[in-house]
């Protein structure tokens, strides 16, 4: 079965700190990951795209890394702010049926303290 | 504005009663779906829908019905709500199927 699963599921961290999210999939084959960011009460917001092939991307303070060998991946957060609280959500897309199908983890909740 | 927008925001209704979620986006985008979203789960596809007048199922798309007369709006109906169907209910969109999609930010739904 198609899973994502994302370690921790909820994280503390004081401000300033830095933070490592973790994304394990089973997905098989997968055309890409996607990782997103929910603040409380609003829809999620896409943070980065990375296929197969690429094995880190960077969106400003945001970097997420891949392994596809390993079927891992990572959201790591650099200098935090009280801005980044929010759900931190994995997703993976693989072709199923003919058609791109989004398997999206539960998310990892991150509240910042200042 | 250009964007996706959802309404209502909030909606409280009883068992039985029939609920259309709206949903409107501003960018011409191919593609629109309907999440819900409850506790302990990722977000679930109910319908998805690659063009106007093209929708498919999803992973939970009993007791629900979308339609797609145009490109901009893409309504999701409970025909007869039930109590398991209280959840958050998200509408995206995107251009294509594998760009990013963009969400609108949810209707909250409670059914007594």
């Known amino acids: 079965k198609n899973q994502v699963e994302q370690s921790p599921q909820s994280l503390i961290i004081l401000e300033g700190k830095n933070c490592t999210l973790q994304?394990?999939?089973?997905?098989?084959?997968?055309?890409?990951l996607r990782w997103y960011k929910q603040d409380t009460g609003r829809g999620p917001v896409s943070l980065t795209i990375m296929t197969f092939s690429e094995n880190t991307k960077s969106n400003g303070r945001y970097t997420a890394t891949l392994d596809a060998d390993t079927k891992q991946s990572s959201l790591h957060i650099t200098a935090s702010q009280l801005s980044d609280s929010a759900s931190y959500i994995c997703?993976?897309?693989?072709?199923?049926?003919?058609?791109?199908?989004?398997?999206f983890g539960a998310g990892t909740r991150l509240a910042v303290h200042p | 504005d250009a964007g996706i927008t959802q309404s209502p925001r909030y909606k409280i209704t009883e068992t039985g009663r029939q609920v259309t979620l709206m949903c409107h986006q501003t960018?011409?985008?191919?593609?629109m779906f309907w999440y819900r979203q409850d506790l302990g789960h990722g977000l679930r596809l109910i319908y998805y829908?690659?063009?106007?007048?093209?929708?498919d199922k999803g992973e939970v798309p009993d007791g629900y019905v979308v339609s797609r007369s145009k490109t901009e709006n893409f309504p999701l109906t409970l025909e007869s709500a039930t109590r398991s169907q209280t959840s958050v209910y998200f509408c995206?969109?995107?251009?294509?199927?594998?760009?990013?999609?963009?969400f609108g930010d949810g209707t909250r739904l409670s059914i007594l």
């Open positions: 995206a969109s995107s251009e294509s199927i594998n760009q990013p999609q963009h």
């Open positions: 960018w011409s985008h191919s593609y």
């Open positions: 829908s690659a063009a106007a007048d093209i929708t």
């Open positions: 994304c394990n999939y089973t997905v098989s084959p997968f055309s890409n």
């Open positions: 997703v993976v897309s693989g072709p199923s049926g003919g058609y791109n199908k989004l398997i």
